[in-house]
């Protein structure tokens, strides 16, 4: 597979559940990053890692907690969430940007997350 | 605070003609990136044109175009000869400044663009 895939696409859980998302990227980029985009809202950074080091959480709640084990993986693990938290949350991943800024992002398709 | 603004929720226009989706941003800094991306109802986000604040030609790809006019703080998108594929949601973001060596984007509203046959 190339670019970035996203596990799994759909989720559906109830608000004592505990589950993960899975991000992968095949691009060789050293970045990696989860948005959350709700409706009707602009797309909200979440977390930004950086040669598996997270270097920027943005003010988002302890329920959600990432982790890069790698610079091709990066997972979202959720537990407790609440309705509110019912979002599509997508994952991407660009090169080490020092001097570029012209680097796209690369994003996945994105899981729908559900929360009942 | 660096923002990205875009007025238009939702668009149409009618198949092969050519459509420009606004988008007005704010920074104080002399050196950013300007992105369009597209994202069709699968949800994954396209990376469609890149405009540098620094470049003094307007960024051309294929059929997209982009309309930069620094001293307005505007980079319009211009989609010429419309197809049903285009018919997407359309996001404008804007590279932060102070985050450059992570590649933080920061997201407008986006527009629904709707293709009319």
């Known amino acids: 597979e190339t670019g970035v895939t996203q596990t799994p696409r759909h989720l559906v859980m109830g608000m004592t559940n505990k589950k993960s998302l899975k991000c992968e990227q095949h691009?060789?980029?050293?970045?990696m990053y989860w948005y959350k985009q709700s409706a009707k809202k602009p797309l909200e950074l979440m977390f930004v890692?950086?040669?598996?080091?997270?270097?920027e959480n943005n003010s988002v709640p302890s329920r959600f907690s990432p982790e890069c084990p790698n610079s091709s993986h990066l997972f979202l693990h959720l537990h407790t969430l609440q309705p509110e938290d019912s979002a599509l949350y997508l994952c991407?991943?660009?090169?080490?940007?020092?001097?570029?800024?012209?680097?796209?992002?690369?994003f996945g398709q994105g899981t729908r997350l559900t929360v009942v | 605070a660096q923002k990205i603004t875009q007025t238009q929720p939702g668009m149409f226009v009618q198949e092969k003609e050519a459509v420009t989706l606004d988008c007005t941003y704010d920074?104080?800094?002399?050196?950013?990136?300007l992105f369009w991306y597209k994202q069709p109802s699968s949800g994954e986000m396209i990376f469609l044109i890149y405009?540098?604040?620094?470049?003094?030609q307007n960024a051309t790809e294929g059929r997209y175009s982009l309309n930069f006019q620094k001293a307005r703080k505007s980079a319009n998108l211009v989609i010429s000869a419309s197809q049903l594929g285009d018919s997407a949601m359309y996001f404008c973001?804007?590279?932060?400044?102070?985050?450059?060596?992570?590649?933080?984007?920061?997201f407008g509203q986006g527009t629904t663009l709707q293709v009319k046959p």
């Open positions: 991407a991943s660009s090169q080490d940007l020092t001097e570029q800024m012209n680097t796209e992002a690369f």
């Open positions: 691009l060789g980029h050293n970045a």
């Open positions: 890692y950086n040669f598996k080091e997270q270097t």
């Open positions: 920074t104080s800094d002399q050196s950013y990136g």
């Open positions: 405009q540098g604040s620094y470049d003094e």
């Open positions: 973001a804007m590279r932060d400044p102070l985050s450059s060596n992570t590649g933080k984007l920061i």
